[in-house]
T-cell receptor
C-alpha cells in the first residue's frame, strides 16, 4: 500500500502558485519524499525530492514540515502545461528501493 | 538528456499469444523497471533489474517474465497473453542505489490491448 495520502483533485488559476499537499505520517527518518508528475499520455516525470530540508529546483519547491509527517509541492507560477497527475512518493527503505505509487492528485490549471 | 525508449506505443495481441515488450535506455543506468498502470490502481511494479542478468519480482509478477542480457535493454515477456493483461506498460531506469539519488526516468509507455 502507498505510504502517502493526497487529495484526489485540485484546481489552480493560471499564473498563480499551485500548492499540492501530501501526508506521510509513518515516514521513517531515512526515507526520502519524491514528487513525480504524469501528463496525459506520457510516462511519469521526476520533479523533486527531499529528506528533511526544503528543496528548490527549476521546476518546483518542496516544503517538508519539521516533523516530516507532511510536505507541500509548490509550482510557483502554474501554466496550462502543468495540468497533470502529481504523485507524492516515499521511498521504501529496503534492499529493493522500490517507489510505491499512490493514486496521486489530478491538478487542473484553469485559464 | 536521458532517453528511455519503448518498442511500441500501441500494441494489439490475441489471447494466448507470446508478447515481447522492449525497453532501451541510453544513460548506462544499472536499474531498470517494468510497471503497469491501470485506472484507479496507479503504477504497480511488475519486475525490476539492478544488473545484467539479475531480476527481482515486484508486486505483480504473475503471468510475466523479464530478460536483461545487456545493460541497456530490459524486456518484458507475456508468456501467454490474457485479456486481464490489457494495460499501459511503462519502463523506467535509474542510477545505482549506492547514492541517495533515485530519479527514475520513464519511457512513453506501451498501451497493450489483448483481445
Amino acid at each position: 500500500d502507498a505510504k502517502t495520502t493526497q487529495p484526489t483533485s485540485m484546481d489552480c488559476a493560471e499564473g498563480r502558485a499551485a500548492n499540492l499537499p501530501c501526508n506521510h505520517s509513518t515516514i521513517s527518518g531515512n526515507e526520502y519524499v519524491y514528487w513525480y508528475r504524469q501528463i496525459h499520455s506520457q510516462g511519469p516525470q521526476y520533479i523533486i525530492h527531499g529528506l528533511k530540508n526544503n528543496e528548490t529546483n527549476e521546476m518546483a519547491s518542496l516544503i517538508i514540515t519539521e516533523d516530516r509527517k507532511s510536505s507541500t509541492l509548490i509550482l510557483p507560477h502554474a501554466t496550462l502545461r502543468d495540468t497533470a497527475v502529481y504523485y507524492c512518493i516515499v521511498r521504501v527503505e529496503d534492499s529493493n528501493y522500490q517507489l510505491i505509487w499512490g493514486a496521486g492528485t489530478k491538478l487542473i490549471i484553469k485559464p | 538528456d536521458v532517453k528511455v525508449t519503448q518498442s511500441s506505443r500501441y500494441l494489439v495481441k490475441r489471447t494466448g499469444e507470446k508478447v515481447f515488450l522492449e525497453c532501451v535506455q541510453d544513460m548506462d543506468h544499472e536499474n531498470m523497471f517494468w510497471y503497469r498502470q491501470d485506472p484507479g490502481l496507479g503504477l504497480r511494479l511488475i519486475y525490476f533489474s539492478y544488473d545484467v542478468k539479475m531480476k527481482e519480482k515486484g508486486d505483480i509478477p504473475e503471468g510475466y517474465s523479464v530478460s536483461r542480457e545487456k545493460k541497456e535493454r530490459f524486456s518484458l515477456i507475456l508468456e501467454s497473453a490474457s485479456t486481464n493483461q490489457t494495460s499501459m506498460y511503462l519502463c523506467a531506469s535509474s542510477l545505482y542505489e549506492g547514492s541517495s539519488y533515485n530519479e527514475q526516468f520513464f519511457g512513453p509507455g506501451t498501451r497493450l490491448t489483448v483481445l
